[in-house]
């Protein structure tokens, strides 16, 4: 036989407060939920009021920790559309700013170019005397011969995969004596000057294919070498320059892309026209570079001369490449 079912009966009951109505009331009430105001809401046992204190304080904290969170997260939506709208602006500067191969030209020199005594054409370059003033007028008196100098009957030095390199005028002998006798001076400062604006103010691959450039710094030159000198019964310290600086007159024509040369050269004009010319150049046979060999290496690394000569050897070309005749049209 089965026993008397139990009817359960729980035992809590919960009783709503009735609202205070006089202030003195209002003023009695605890901000905080205490223990107290839950007794009076609710008849509840030690335990079931311990996990309900309990549960409470949980909410509570989460609600107080997830808050700056929430803010944050407010933030940073209300962020969003200004970044958005930023973004075109940023997009079309980064377009523009690389931009700066196209620059106006204002003068066009010629270069009248042999191989091996057969003439192959003529190369036309226009000179961006706006943006590199400097630059452009040292190369438009070096093609006139307004400095006393020119590069006629001067030949290209180096032919590379991307680039063609034109061995300049001397800083020594006969035309140093020119260049004095005419007040022209052959110093890179003013260039450098330039080379520095213009990398400021267009980043990117600045020697692009058809570029004529101005070397006018050598990036790999080591700084000065520190040494006692006596003067005057007194010891000072002195710099010892190792190398010596280019004298800005030699050049280069890229081919391609030419990012190795945006350390040393200032980009003063563009081929107009005879880019074919510049083509045949590059295919000139040359010397092959020999800077893997280990006894070039060891050579190199003690400071043996002769390793620095044969360095000067590497991608020289067998036959000859000159400059028959240049000028300004």
């Given at each position: 036989?089965?026993?008397?079912?139990?009817?359960?009966?729980?035992?809590?009951?919960?009783?709503?407060?009735?609202?205070?109505?006089?202030?003195?009331?209002?003023?009695?009430?605890?901000?905080?939920?205490?223990?107290?105001?839950?007794?009076?809401?609710?008849?509840?046992?030690?335990?079931?009021?311990?996990?309900?204190?309990?549960?409470?304080?949980?909410?509570?904290?989460?609600?107080?920790?997830?808050?700056?969170?929430?803010?944050?997260?407010?933030?940073?939506?209300?962020?969003?559309?200004?970044?958005?709208?930023?973004?075109?602006?940023?997009?079309?500067?980064?377009?523009?700013?690389?931009?700066?191969?196209?620059?106006?030209?204002?003068?066009?020199?010629?270069?009248?170019?042999?191989?091996?005594?057969?003439?192959?054409?003529?190369?036309?370059?226009?000179?961006?005397?706006?943006?590199?003033?400097?630059?452009?007028?040292?190369f438009s008196n070096l093609v006139s011969g307004a400095a006393g100098i020119s590069y006629r009957r001067k030949e290209f030095i180096k032919i590379m995969p991307n680039y063609v390199q034109h061995g300049g005028v001397r800083s020594y002998g006969v035309d140093a004596d020119l260049a004095q006798r005419t007040?022209?001076?052959?110093?890179?400062?003013?260039?450098?000057?330039?080379?520095?604006?213009?990398?400021?103010?267009?980043?990117?691959?600045?020697?692009?294919?058809?570029?004529?450039?101005?070397?006018?710094?050598?990036?790999?030159?080591?700084?000065?070498?520190?040494?006692?000198?006596?003067?005057?019964?007194?010891?000072?310290?002195?710099?010892?320059?190792?190398?010596?600086?280019?004298?800005?007159?030699?050049?280069?024509?890229?081919?391609?892309?030419?990012?190795?040369?945006?350390?040393?050269?200032?980009?003063?004009?563009?081929?107009?026209?005879?880019?074919?010319?510049?083509?045949?150049?590059?295919?000139?046979?040359?010397?092959?570079?020999?800077?893997?060999?280990?006894?070039?290496?060891?050579?190199?690394?003690?400071?043996?001369?002769?390793?620095?000569?044969?360095?000067?050897?590497?991608?020289?070309?067998?036959?000859?490449?000159?400059?028959?005749?240049?000028?300004?049209?």
């Amino acid at each position: 036989m089965l026993k008397n079912p139990k009817v359960y009966q729980p035992s809590v009951e919960f009783h709503l407060p009735t609202p205070p109505t006089h202030p003195s009331q209002i003023q009695n009430i605890p901000s905080s939920p205490s223990s107290a105001i839950i007794k009076q809401c609710c008849k509840l046992s030690r335990r079931k009021l311990a996990i309900f204190g309990n549960s409470s304080l949980l909410l509570l904290l989460g609600s107080q920790t997830l808050e700056p969170f929430n803010i944050s997260k407010a933030k940073a939506e209300e962020s969003m559309p200004d970044a958005k709208e930023n973004d075109p602006q940023d997009e079309n500067n980064a377009r523009t700013r690389p931009a700066c191969t196209n620059k106006t030209t204002t003068t066009r020199a010629f270069l009248d170019i042999s191989i091996d005594g057969e003439p192959v054409g003529r190369i036309v370059v226009g000179l961006y005397g706006e943006d590199v003033p400097a630059g452009a007028a040292r190369f438009s008196n070096l093609v006139s011969g307004a400095a006393g100098i020119s590069y006629r009957r001067k030949e290209f030095i180096k032919i590379m995969p991307n680039y063609v390199q034109h061995g300049g005028v001397r800083s020594y002998g006969v035309d140093a004596d020119l260049a004095q006798r005419t007040g022209s001076n052959l110093a890179a400062e003013s260039l450098v000057d330039e080379w520095e604006r213009e990398n400021e103010t267009c980043p990117g691959i600045k020697n692009l294919p058809g570029t004529v450039s101005i070397i006018v710094r050598d990036p790999s030159k080591p700084p000065p070498k520190l040494k006692l000198v006596a003067r005057q019964g007194k010891l000072v310290i002195d710099q010892e320059e190792i190398g010596t600086d280019p004298n800005g007159t030699e050049f280069v024509i890229a081919t391609k892309d030419s990012p190795e040369l945006d350390a040393s050269s200032l980009v003063v004009g563009r081929v107009l026209e005879g880019m074919e010319v510049v083509e045949m150049i590059g295919q000139v046979k040359t010397v092959q570079e020999n800077t893997k060999s280990p006894y070039f290496r060891a050579a190199k690394l003690i400071g043996d001369k002769r390793a620095v000569v044969a360095e000067r050897g590497f991608n020289r070309p067998y036959s000859k490449v000159v400059v028959t005749n240049c000028g300004l049209q």
